[in-house]
Antibody, heavy 118, light 113 residues
Framework: QVQLQESGPGLVKPSETLSLTCTVS??????????WTWIRQPPGKGLEWIGY???????KYNPSLKSRVTISVDTSRNHFSLKLSSVTAADTALYYC??????????WGQGTLVTVSS | DIVVTQSPDSLTVSLGERATINCKSS????????????LSWYQQKPGQPPKLLIY???TRQSGVPDRFSGSGTGTDFTLTISGLQPEDVAVYYC?????????FGQGTKLEIK
């Protein structure tokens, strides 16, 4: 059973870059037809798909965030990462990593809350 | 982007009764080559990540109780929970995975009367 765990700073200053890592256990980020995905949820609100990286290294991002987002994968550490630049208070959210197979988000991390504040 | 809209925003149902949640997409999510609707339903309980319940509009994920069922095609879909149980209290989201960016409905909060 694959497990995913998000990690990273819980507080980021406005205009800085948010950086999160999702460590995968019980499976490999480099095997299988999986899309390693980031999703966020502002407090008390709904879900927003941020983007994914395929195990070949190809990426797809939400156009609403595209200019600020980078998702990468480190196969040697079996993790994938999210970077979101020039953050504002609107980027305060619970950030989830998830594994997507054919569009189905069947495996999720527990989420990590990132607050943007000075 | 495909806009996904759920109704109602909240719902209160008695134990043992039926709950019905609707989901409408701004364009069809039916893939003609395989006749599959790329519409999923997720359940999110407080403090937990979402859990996949239904995919391809009507296929139950393994382990999901059969009181959960999905229906619909094209742009209009329904999640039905028959015989509501206390553990079904949650927020329910529909999501289209027909094309990126994948988009979610705003959520429907289900409570027990």
């Amino acid at each position: 059973q694959v497990q995913l765990q998000e990690s990273g700073p819980g507080l980021v200053k406005p205009s800085e870059t948010l950086s999160l890592t999702c460590t995968v256990s019980g499976g490999s980020v480099s095997s299988g037809n999986y899309y390693w995905t980031w999703i966020r949820q502002p407090p008390g609100k709904g879900l927003e798909w941020i983007g994914y990286i395929y195990n070949s290294g190809s990426t797809k991002y939400n156009p609403s965030l595209k200019s600020r987002v980078t998702i990468s994968v480190d196969t040697s550490r079996n993790h994938f990462s999210l970077k979101l630049s020039s953050v504002t208070a609107a980027d305060t959210a619970l950030y989830y990593c998830a594994r997507d197979r054919e569009g189905l988000l069947n495996d999720w991390g527990q989420g990590t809350l990132v607050t943007v504040s000075s | 982007d495909i806009v996904v809209t759920q109704s109602p925003d909240s719902l209160t149902v008695s134990l043992g009764e039926r709950a019905t949640i609707n989901c409408k997409s701004s364009q069809s999510v039916l893939f003609s080559s395989n006749n599959k609707n790329y519409l999923s339903w997720y359940q999110q309980k407080p403090g937990q990540p979402p859990k996949l319940l239904i995919y391809w509009a009507s296929t139950r994920q393994s382990g999901v109780p059969d009181r959960f069922s999905g229906s619909g095609t094209g742009t209009d879909f329904t999640l039905t929970i028959s015989g509501l149980q206390p553990e079904d209290v949650a927020v329910y989201y529909c999501q289209q995975d027909y094309n990126t960016p994948y988009t979610f409905g705003q959520g429907t909060k289900l409570e027990i009367k």
